[in-house]
Structure formats: C-alpha cells, structure tokens
C-alpha cells in the first residue's frame, strides 16, 4: 500500500468517526469470555466467540489458540493438528504448539511421531518442566521410572498422583491418603473437572480428553480497513470548537499526544503485532474537559515482522496453554482415594469421596455403583407427595436457600421448638456453610434442590444426575450428611428427570400443600390456607425467607399443634431414618 493511499484509509476511518460504528463487542471482552468457556469445558459456547474473532481477523493469536484447543479438548484431532501446525508456522519459537502436536500424536498411538515433536523441545528451556512432567508420567506408568517431586505448579497435582500411586503399590496406604488428601482439599469449588487431558495412568491409553461437542460456523469476514508502515491518522474537528489537544490511544494506552492543527500523527504500524487493534482518537478543551471520544478497529499487517503478543494477548494464551497440558485428573484422584478408605473400612469417607466424584462425573468408572452399594440405596426412582396417615405428623419444608433471610426463620422455628426440613441450592450452600451448619446443628434436616436451581426438564438424564450429585456433595462436604431427597425446582420433572434420579437412587419430593401462591400476600392468607389444607402426612411446601412465611409460622404451628399435629422431619415422617 502506498503512502498516499494509506493516508487516504486512515482519512477515511478516522474523519468518518460518526458513520463507521466501532465493533459492538470489546476485543478483549470477547476473547477473553472465549478463553473461559472453554477452561470451562463449554467448547461449543465458545464457537460463536471464537468466530466473531476470527472474522475481525483470521490470524488473530487467540482465535487461532482457541480454536485449536478446542478442536483438541472435544477429540478432533486432524482439526486441532491443522490449527496447531499453522501457529508454528506464525510464530515458530512458541513451543506450546509444538507440545500440543506431541500430545496429538500420543493420543494417535504413534509413539514415533510423538518423540519426534517433544524431541524438538529439548533445546527450549522454557519447555523443561513441563516436557520433564509429560516424560516422566509416561515413563511411570510403563513402569521404566518412579515418580519425581513436583517442580511446578502445573506439574504438582500430576506429580502427587503418580506418587499416591506408587505409595499404594508398595502397600504404603496410609502415605497414599495423606498425598491424595492434600491434593482433594485444593479443590476449588464449583466440581469442575481440570480442562485439559487428563493422566489416566493406564499404559494401553495414558492421556484422555475431555470430550464434548464443539460445532464450528465461521463467521462471515468483518470489512476492517487494513495499515501497514507509518500510517497518518487525522482527527475530524471540524465541527468542534475550543479543542485545545487530541491524543490517540493504540488498544486503550495513549501513542501520542498532540496540541497543534490539522490535529494529526504519525502511527508508526511496525512497532505494533500484526492482528486487530482497537484505535481511539480524544479531543479535550483547554481545561481537560472531553469533546469527543470516538473509536474504530484496524487491522494491521505488515510483511516481515515477527508476530509479537502484547500483555494481555499473552495471558490470554497462558490460560489457554494451561488447557492443553497434561494434568492430574480430580476424579481419578477422589475416587482412589475413596476406595483406598474402603480398603481402610472407612465407609463414611469413601462415601464422601465417590460422591465428589459423581458430582465430577457420575458416569466414572463404577463409583455410582459403589455409591449405591454403600448407602444402601436401590436404583430405582421413587416419588412421594405425603406421608402415611395414622401418626398425626406434618413436615415443614422449605425450598432456595440459604439466603440473606435464612438465619431469621432459623431463629423463628428455634422459639417455637419447630425441626424442619431445608432443601437447599448446592452453589448457595457452598456460599454460606456455616449457616448451613447452624441449620444441620438445629436439628433441622437439608437435603438436595439441585445444585444452580435450573429447571431440569430442560436438560438432559446426564445433565440432571450432575445438577443432583453435584448438590448432594456440596451438602455432604459441609454437613458430613448424605442426601437422600431431592425436589426439583418448581417441581419440575420428566422422564430425564426420574431417570437420572434413579440412578442413585435418589428419592422426589413434591407437596401436599403448595405455599406458593400465598407468600406474596399477606401472611394471614398464608397462615389460612396451610391450616385448612394440613392433613395427616401432610408435606408443606414453603420458600425459604418469604416475609410473609416468616410472619405466618407462629400462628400455623399454634394452630396445629392445638389440633393435635407433631411437626418433624422428612425422614421422620416417612420413616426412612
């Protein structure tokens, strides 16, 4: 592109500020929501974000990364290998690509091509560790080398697994739960597994990917105008008065400043990566009030410049590099641990840990099964709207917490010596576990509302089994209680529904008397309608910190206890405990 001709495009671009809409989206926000859906393992979500970049750009560094990581995580891997070998041939120093084509090449079975790429890393210091880490776990796990301490910390939870491991070859078991359980109690919450492949530790498959779906749809190619060399930009002022200066922002840091009509600079294109940048021109008054603030993309391309990334591109990419090396697995590690204290006849451990393996992945291996066999649970599915008359009993329930209004209706059924059954929302649990204990320490009994209290007839059998097991954990993990009851949000259930329940054998509750529609009232027509429609064996649905709840209690228990009826638990009403 000539001089001219590229004063003409930034002419263009810049005086017709009030036409050319910048992108709707921010360049980092996008990328950066791309980045996290797939460290989320949500590669399909992903798709659009990642096409929206791609079409600004079609070599933009983290679409490109993306792309490939995502192609990879969900088990395409002539795509990803495809994406991988064309950023080696953008920026050829990054040694990442080059481990992810080893890596592919492993999950092929084709041990030749694999040394081949990963011996290409030797000579990269940079590379060491993690080459060292993936080295040595295959060496372990084909029995030519014992494991080595962690020497960072992506290494470290792959590094305490292989060394768990042989600790209980060697009949150290009580070594092997001390690493293990260290490495557990790392956990963050949220019973995400790690995003990357996964040590399986089994020599005829070692490494294994997340899977998923990820549907690709190109995006159709956004009309950005390109630079390249010194570009000249001007500022339209024109139609303003009393601009006194204008700076000019390059990706939100101030290039340049100046103070002097035609109000122009001089961008020198070459100092900046190639790819797509975010240029905004800002004109001030005298005394620093802003005139205008307006904003294009451009995208820059110049031959023969080496692609460099700039701070944030770079972390952005670190995440994603996080996504594709080889990491210890989190339910591998809890469900050795479980059955290293089954092995102890450590029944109520094992169960905790099978249970965050199911709220990691209920399908893994036989823990299910294992679950099941130790509660005592049958796989079937069971639903109930009342207990069996005959006991004059009623059960107070009470749906979503816990939440700001919690710790007040504890105090309420504290003062009139109510217990009550809590079916709370894991995630919320998770938030606030000491009032979650306050409750258990009441005699109060909680029990499992799924885990982000969704509607689950919107998802699928696997779906749901995740929302429940996940639930169930979060309660197990705070309370050392298991869950046997489950009530849907908003009592929604389908087959998907009672399918995955069946699974574990989890038990639906649903309602005798519904409180619904009666707690945004007044609490006189809440306390009317459960009077009149408690009967024997009767589960009364309540929300959880509804005022008019609250305030509706005390003339509810009064009432019904004048009449004969003895409030108690869920279990207690159906005789399961």
């Not at 900046?272 to 820059?300: C, M």
């Not at 080496?306 to 989190?330: F, Q």
């Not at 576990?433 to 885990?451: M, Q």
């Not at 209290?453 to 705070?478: F, G, K, M, P, Y």
Request: glycine fraction near 6%; hydrophobic fraction near 40%; proline fraction near 5%.
């Amino acid at each position: 592109m000539s001089p001219a001709c590229r004063r003409y495009v930034a002419f263009l671009v810049l005086i017709a500020l009030g036409v050319v809409p910048c992108m709707a989206d921010d360049y980092a926000q996008l990328a950066g929501d791309a980045v996290s859906k797939i460290e989320l393992g949500r590669c399909d979500q992903a798709s659009s974000l990642i096409a929206e970049i791609l079409a600004r750009d079609e070599n933009d560094l983290i679409g490109r990364t993306a792309l490939a990581v995502a192609y990879l995580h969900t088990g395409r891997l002539s795509q990803s290998e495809r994406e991988f070998q064309r950023l080696l041939s953008v920026t050829p120093d990054d040694w990442h690509a080059r481990y992810a084509l080893g890596l592919i090449a492993l999950l092929r079975e084709n041990d030749v091509e694999a040394k081949a790429q990963l011996a290409r890393l030797d000579a990269v210091p940079e590379a060491r560790e993690d080459l060292d880490a993936l080295r040595g776990y295959l060496d372990f796990v084909n029995g030519k080398a014992a494991p080595v301490a962690a020497k960072n910390r992506r290494a470290s939870p792959l590094s305490a697994q292989m060394e768990a491991t042989a600790a209980s070859r060697s009949g150290d078991r009580s070594r092997a739960i001390s690493l293990l359980s260290d490495l557990t109690a790392t956990d963050p919450p949220g019973f995400e597994e790690i995003r990357a492949p996964i040590a399986t530790f089994e020599a005829a498959r070692p490494i294994a990917l997340q899977g998923g779906t990820f549907t690709w749809r190109p995006a159709k190619p956004r009309n950005v105008p390109t630079v390249s060399g010194t570009t000249t930009l001007y500022a339209d002022t024109k139609k303003l008065s009393d601009v006194h200066f204008v700076s000019l922002y390059v990706d939100d840091k101030c290039a340049a400043i100046t103070n002097y009509e035609p109000f122009k600079f001089d961008w020198d294109t070459t100092g900046t990566p190639n790819g797509l940048h975010h240029i905004r021109i800002e004109a001030k008054t005298n005394g620093g009030a802003a005139v205008t603030d307006k904003s294009v993309w451009v995208r820059v391309s110049n031959q023969g410049v080496s692609v460099t990334a700039s701070p944030e591109v770079a972390r952005l990419r670190e995440r994603l590099w996080n996504c594709i090396h080889i990491s210890g697995s989190r339910k591998l590690a809890h469900y050795r641990l479980a059955k290293l204290y089954l092995e102890s006849n450590d029944r109520d451990s094992a169960i905790t840990h099978l249970e965050a393996t199911a709220a990691l992945d209920p399908s893994f291996l036989d823990a299910r099964k294992l679950l099941n066999d130790l509660r005592g649970w049958r796989p079937l599915y069971v639903e109930v709207r009342k207990g069996s008359p005959g006991s004059k009993m009623v059960a107070l329930t009470f749906d979503d917490g816990p939440n700001e209004r919690t710790a007040e209706m504890l105090d309420v059924l504290t003062k009139l010596n109510v217990p009550a059954t809590f079916f709370l929302v894991g995630f919320r649990a998770q938030l606030q576990p000491e009032l979650v204990k306050a409750l258990a320490s009441a005699g109060h009994e909680i029990e499992n509302h799924s885990y982000t209290h969704t509607n689950l007839t919107t998802l699928s059998a696997d779906q749901v089994e995740v929302e429940l097991s996940r639930c169930a954990a979060a309660i197990h993990a705070i309370t050392g209680k298991t869950t046997r009851y489950f009530r849907p949000p908003g009592g929604h259930a389908n087959a998907a529904v009672k399918q995955a329940a069946a699974r574990q054998g989890f038990t639906g509750i649903f309602w005798t008397v519904l409180c619904s529609p009666y707690e945004g009232a007044k609490y006189e027509s809440l306390s009317e309608s459960v009077i009149k429609g408690a009967t024997d064996g009767a589960i009364i649905l309540m929300h959880n910190g509804e005022p008019a709840t609250t305030s509706a209690l005390p003339e509810i228990v009064r009432v019904l206890r004048m009449r004969g009826y003895r409030f108690v638990t869920l279990s207690e009403l159906l005789g399961s405990r």
